[in-house]
């Protein structure tokens, strides 16, 4: 069974910074597209970053220049820095594998942003 489990999140002030980890268990992981999400409350949920099996990334201009997503292929986990953070990057965070046989997500970690 395949699992994804984020961590990290957590209460910042605007123009702090944090990182998010999703480990996975099982195989998917390495053929797996890596990327984030979030929610914020009333909102649907939207890409924050994605990374290729490749290494290829992608990114909204929201978080463009601020968010960095990588990825550890040994270890299993994806990562998500996010720096000069801003009270609207307040939601919960999902961490999300795919790819065209399969779609996993985790159960989410907050991320507040104080003003």
């Known amino acids: 069974q395949v699992q994804l489990v984020e961590s990290g999140g957590g209460l910042v002030q605007a123009g702090g910074s944090l990182r998010l980890s999703c480990a996975a268990s099982?195989?998917?992981?390495?053929?797996?597209?890596m990327a984030w999400y979030r929610q914020a409350p009333g909102k649907q949920r939207e890409l924050v970053a994605a990374?290729?099996?490749?290494?290829?990334?992608n990114y909204p201009d929201s978080v463009k220049g601020r968010f960095t997503i990588s990825r550890h292929n040994a270890e299993n986990t994806c990562y998500l820095q996010m720096n000069s953070l801003r009270p609207e990057d307040t939601a919960v965070y999902y961490c999300?594998?795919?790819?065209?046989?399969?779609?996993?997500w985790g159960q989410g970690t907050q991320v507040t942003v104080s003003s």
């Open positions: 990374i290729t099996r490749g290494g290829t990334t």
């Open positions: 099982g195989s998917i992981f390495v053929g797996s597209t």
């Open positions: 999300n594998a795919h790819s065209n046989w399969w779609h996993h």
